[in-house]
Each structure stands twice: as structure tokens, then as C-alpha cells.
């Protein structure tokens, strides 16, 4: 069974352009979550679908983050515009709804550098 | 709030020694559930252990052994034998729940095994 699955694994952007970072998550887990770990700092919590549905996004940092699922599937987090202070790994995170105790799988992260 | 500190930064150790990474937290809920993620240098979080805070039984798995102090607020994490393939960043971390929302990290812990 394919794991968390995320595109790119390195990202490279100029301040003011803007990247897109895609999760695919293990096939039929509902939650999806993305975390990101900027330079020295913890790894935060960003926000939390439930499917297509955002359950919790009191962790997006400001509106030039915004995260998509559509179909409840993949999901999308575009950057727009990129600061300096963007650059960090972003992860993502997945799990069943269905099955209790069961942990969240993470996959590799994306990391992005904002030059 | 909740927070976790893993005081440790980074550890050295020779392979075949234990090391102990420690971790600390910090939260007024009642029920809450600890984990250990494992980084190797390919980047992904493996997921570890997950402990909720009725278990209070300290576990052995292989190699790995984790200490659960509830009067401490301690949740520390043994590698007995240490392997050059140990070597990892370590994460612990503290979540509401157990799908993964709202995790809250610690710092990481590096640890470097020599051969």
C-alpha cells in the first residue's frame, strides 16, 4: 500500500511567486492534515480536512495560505505570495476515520525555500 | 497551553550504547495521548508509539523502551544497542486526539549513532 505521498520534495521560488504544494494521502483516510517546520522552530499544526471539508484551520499562519480538497482526495496548499518567512518543510499527514486508535502516517514533506 | 520540550538537541553516541531521549510536556487536559515520531534522512515521520494518558505501563518493543511518568509529566524514549541505523531526528509529541489534529511537537532530538 502506497504511504503519504508528497509533491514536490524540494521547492526552490523567488519572494512574490507562488508555489503549490500537493498531498496525496493513503487511499480512503478521510482526516488529512498539513504541518510545516520553518527554520529552527517546531514542526506546527496548519490545518485538518475531513474529506472536502476543513474540520480546523486556526493554524494557517495568514490568507496567502490557502489549502484545497476537492473530491476529498489529494489536497493543495498554495502559497501566494511567497515571503521569506514561508521557507520551512511542509508536511503532510494522514489517517482513518473509521478505525479507532489508529496513528497518523506522514509523508516525506516538501521543503520550500523562498529566496 | 500545551507544549513539549525535548531539552536535548542533539546526542552522540557509540554504537552498541543506550541513550535515553527525553521528553517533557506540558497540558491541562485530562485525557490527552503521547507519541514518538522518528526522521531519518530520507524525511518522512515514522511513527513510533502512541500512549494515552490512562496507560501509565511503561513498553518494550525490540530495542525501544518508553518511560511514562505521569507525576512528571515525563515521557522518555530508550534505544538499548544503538545501531548506525538509529541515527534520526526524534520527535515527540502531545495530541488531544487520536487522528493527529492539533499535535503539538517538540523541538527534535538528533541522534547521531557512530559506528
Known amino acids: 500500500e502506497a504511504g503519504v505521498t508528497q509533491f514536490p520534495s524540494h521547492s526552490v521560488i523567488e519572494k512574490g511567486q507562488t508555489v503549490t504544494l500537493r498531498c496525496d494521502p493513503i487511499?480512503?483516510?478521510?482526516?488529512l492534515y498539513w504541518y510545516r517546520r520553518v527554520m529552527g522552530k517546531e514542526i506546527k499544526f496548519l490545518l485538518h480536512?475531513?474529506?472536502?471539508?476543513?474540520?480546523?484551520e486556526s493554524g494557517m499562519p495568514n490568507n496567502r495560505f490557502l489549502a484545497e480538497r476537492t473530491g476529498g482526495t489529494y489536497s493543495t496548499l498554495k502559497v501566494q505570495p511567497a515571503e521569506l518567512e514561508d521557507s520551512g518543510v511542509y508536511f503532510c499527514?494522514?489517517?482513518?476515520?473509521?478505525?479507532?486508535?489508529?496513528?497518523?502516517?506522514f509523508g516525506q514533506g516538501t521543503r520550500l525555500t523562498v529566496v | 497551553a500545551q507544549k513539549v520540550t525535548q531539552a536535548q538537541t542533539e546526542i552522540s553516541v557509540v554504537e552498541k550504547e543506550d541513550v535515553t531521549l527525553d521528553c517533557v510536556y506540558e497540558?491541562?487536559?485530562?485525557?490527552?495521548?503521547l507519541f514518538w515520531y522518528k526522521q531519518p534522512p530520507s524525511g518522512e515521520l515514522v511513527f513510533l508509539i502512541r500512549?494515552?494518558?490512562?496507560?501509565?505501563q511503561n513498553e518494550i518493543s525490540g530495542r525501544y523502551s518508553w518511560n511514562f511518568q505521569k507525576s512528571t509529566s515525563s515521557f522518555n524514549f530508550t534505544i538499548t544497542a544503538s545501531q548506525v541505523v538509529d541515527s534520526a531526528v526524534y520527535f515527540c509529541?502531545?495530541?488531544?486526539?487520536?487522528?493527529?489534529?492539533?499535535?503539538?511537537f517538540g523541538p527534535g532530538t538528533r541522534l547521531s549513532v557512530l559506528p
Open positions: 499527514a494522514s489517517s482513518s476515520q473509521s478505525v479507532l486508535n489508529t496513528e497518523a502516517f
Open positions: 487511499s480512503g483516510h478521510d482526516n
Open positions: 480536512f475531513v474529506k472536502e471539508s476543513k474540520q480546523d
Open positions: 497540558t491541562r487536559d485530562t485525557t490527552y495521548y
Open positions: 500512549r494515552n494518558s490512562f496507560d501509565e
Open positions: 509529541a502531545l495530541s488531544r486526539d487520536n487522528y493527529g489534529q492539533n499535535f503539538v
